[in-house]
């Protein structure tokens, strides 16, 4: 067997477990669809963005669907590889011939399968009940930020592993730190309405800048909300990291030191 | 690698063959292993061999280095000294083909319980060029009517048995075993036993470490016992016991009046007497006991409790292994 067709046998493993986990499942799949409807019948009005008035409820379409793709790039994978290095599972893996990076490439490629799939959840909920219109620019934009965010996200997740010791610890940090984010990133509520010392804080990390950039797909018009800016803050958080990730990353348990 | 022609040999014939007999016969070979964490060293310079088709029980106390010593023959561990070579690698430079012919149980790894037992099995085989059939490796450790329960689902005793599984899967030279039944029920534990026995007998090469001597007496052929990062003995179960000169104690409670120095003179050893028993050692517990007896009848006194007690490799264990160890294995038992 060659190392790719390994590699996509073990995302397929990766992806049954995943499946399997329902805490994992309820958490990246039901949770959001469930945030959604939850904003979208509290505001179901108009709000400002930019110079305009839009619906709430495609604003928080956007807002959701951002908010999941760090979910399962980051809170959830940064939860399930700390319970498999916890678990002896890594150290496991290691000790066989296979090749690290393809442990490492089924984590990341069930993430973006599980991202895909929740966010075409999520947009036909949007194109089904609030008013989103599918568009070419939307698509362009949805793919760009989509692809971004997976990876600046899973990069972070891989280096967030060397400071959770126990999967406790990730399960307890990886939900905190997406909150924290999305109230910081005009996520949860609409940007119209937040301080703005607040969403200057937000733009250093790149929740922010995944929201608006879709946030501008869903809402303008002829625009695909893709700026240079936006991808290039995702892009540098994607690769500090993936090189903290790489020079930090542990096989073995943190906790239990060996004897 | 060269020690295996010693100076002072045969013919140059005899020195070549008996170094390729060594060389092929030694799956593993440690010499003069130094390990330190820090300013601590844990080993202390050990050497051993492991052969071709044999078990090796690697026993020890918590702590005494067992668990630092297979992780570094498993390529887990960086060493500070000394050469050690598993199937002719040096573990420290693992690659991909001799991870191929090595097979690992760690002593901590809790497989997925979300896939059944032939999914996991079918899941590490695909990690290995030469792997051995799923459906018999798991006929091997005895859970084929537990093929397609999930892993959560499973006892101790099977999700050892499954990591076993999972370390045979790529069919490999030397099998590494690390306190394969710590924490199995009794039960569970001659389960585990009977499966490393018929792998014994299929001529597989296995290095075990464990901290029960019964485990190592009972599946190993040859045993190292290990004390501080230090081998303190090795040998087979009956050379253990011969070579530390263990002998029989002779024991009875001592009476009122009675006199040790006395009855040394006749046995011709030391008598002591403690909690008012008093016993000697023996190294022909026959020819003892009819001086005791004779000298018993003479005196007109009764031996009250007499004993011959011989030491098992329990003791031997024990004594070499110290005290506090002791203590530290019943706390656990």
Redesign the interface.
Known sequence: ?SDVS?AF??TR?AL??FL??PSALGFTALFPVLLLLLFSAIFTGATRFGDAHVPARTYYTASIIAYEIMLVSFASLVVRVTT?RE???L?????????SWVYLFSEIARTLVVVVVTVLVLLSVGAGFYHVRLSANLVVGLVTYTAAGVFCFSALALALTRLSPTADSASAFGPLAATILAFLSGVFIPVAIMPAWMLDLGKVFPLEHMARGLQVAFLVAGSTGVTWTDIGVMVAWGVFGLVAAITTFRW??LA?G?? | MASAVGPGTGGLDDAWSRTIVGVMDRVVSVENLHKSYGERERLHGISFEVRSGEILGFLGT??AG???TI?IL???RPYNAGTVSVLGVDPAKAT??W??RIG?V?Q?????P??TVA?TVT??A????RATDVATTIHAVGLSDKSNDRVGQLSGGQKRRLDVA?GLV?DPEILFLDEPTTGLDPIARREMWTMIEALRDAGKTIFLTTHYMDEAEHLADRIIILRDGAIAAQGTADELSAALGYRATIRFDAYPGFSTGELAGVIGRPVVVSDVVARFESNDVQRDLEVLLGWAREASVTLANLQAIQPSLDDVFVTLAGEAARNELEVEA
Do not use: I
């Open positions: 067997m390994l046998a073990q493993y049954r477990g399997r986990d498999n678990r002896g599972l150290k496991r893996f290691r000790g066989t011939p296979m090749p073995e348990p239990n060996s004897r | 918590n702590g067992k668990t630092t992780e498993e390529g887990y991909r083909a991870r191929n690992l760690l901590e790894c809790e497989l997925d979300a896939y999914e899941m590490f695909r990690y290995f060029d999972v790529g």
